[in-house]
């Protein structure tokens, strides 16, 4: 018995008619670094990233993720430069919640002000009039944090009544501030970390998905500033015998799991190559048997990393 995620899968956003293709693309790596800062300034090779989201969208990618914080305002400024006019099906997701310092930081901006000025930057730098989908992110750097999102997921469902935004995520979020934001809004995805190794979101993947709602896990391969992206050197060599076995790459394997795991999930991995980018997209039709998905459920905790 076989498990098969299909590159040809899609999923309907809830309460639209937005239909995407499950295997998507994070546009984050496509800013560079500076002095050591993490998402910064422009990358080394301009037409390469432009090259990548072009590719991307050829071979069937319709949901691209991206914030105006990357960069910040580099990755926004590409995609624009790579396919505006945008083709039609494509789906730009955006985020807003924070902004840069000068030292490359990442701030909370979640005031009324921040917010608003947030989302009119995505639609300057991105050249439109209306964003497809805003995601509010909230919580710490790296995870949630507990407390009300009212007034911020507020500032957003007013500019969604203005025009200025078409659906509402979430992203950085707990159950209890996703059962809150949907007292105000329509909520038609949420976007936080989960992968193999990092796995508190269980029972969270589970509910949304009965609701229909999009679950994107972000970092899917790992947290790349950790050693072996958070793997445990045991993790890592098992994962790397089974991607052998399956002649594939691990990433390949991560990425089939996830596509696995529930069919609310949505992947976005960024790569500013195109050979990776043809992997990642291979990674959809990667048939993973019933034994390789049970060893790689085994990896999971539910306590996270």
Wanted: aromatic share 6%.
């Amino acid at each position: 018995m076989t498990a098969q995620a299909d590159h040809a899968g899609s999923f309907t956003l809830p309460g639209t008619s937005i239909v995407v293709n499950r295997m998507g693309y994070g546009a984050m790596q496509l800013a560079g670094r500076d002095d050591g800062k993490f998402v910064w300034g422009p990358p080394k090779d301009v037409e390469g990233a432009i090259a990548v989201l072009q590719e991307a969208v050829t071979s069937g990618v319709n949901h691209i993720d991206t914030a105006d914080y990357y960069g910040p305002h580099v990755t926004n400024q590409i995609l624009r430069k790579a396919l505006f006019p945008y083709p039609d099906g494509l789906v730009i997701v955006t985020k807003v919640g924070s902004r840069r310092g000068e030292d490359g930081s990442w701030i909370p901006a979640l005031s009324r002000e921040d917010l608003t000025a947030a989302v009119h930057d995505n639609l300057n730098h991105l050249g439109i009039e209306s964003l497809d989908v805003v995601n509010l992110r909230v919580g710490e750097v790296m995870e949630p944090s507990e407390g009300s999102i009212e007034p911020h997921l507020t500032v957003l469902a007013e500019l969604q009544q203005k025009g200025l935004i078409r659906h509402i995520g979430m992203s950085n979020v707990t159950a209890a501030q996703i059962a809150e934001a949907r007292q105000i809004a329509s909520i038609v995805c949420v976007q936080n970390m989960y992968n193999l190794v990092h796995r508190a979101d269980e029972a969270l993947i589970d509910d949304l998905a009965r609701d229909g709602i999009a679950y994107v896990p972000f970092f899917p391969l790992g947290i790349p500033f950790l050693p072996l992206g958070g793997f445990s050197p045991l993790q890592s060599a098992t994962l790397s015998g089974v991607a052998t076995g399956l002649e594939a790459t691990p990433m390949q394997v991560v990425l089939a799991w996830l596509l696995h795991r529930s069919p609310n999930i949505l992947l976005i991995p960024g790569t500013s190559s195109i050979e990776h980018l043809r992997q990642n997209l291979k990674a959809a039709s990667l048939q993973l048997p019933s034994e390789v998905v049970a060893e790689l459920n085994s990896f999971g905790r539910t306590t996270g990393l």
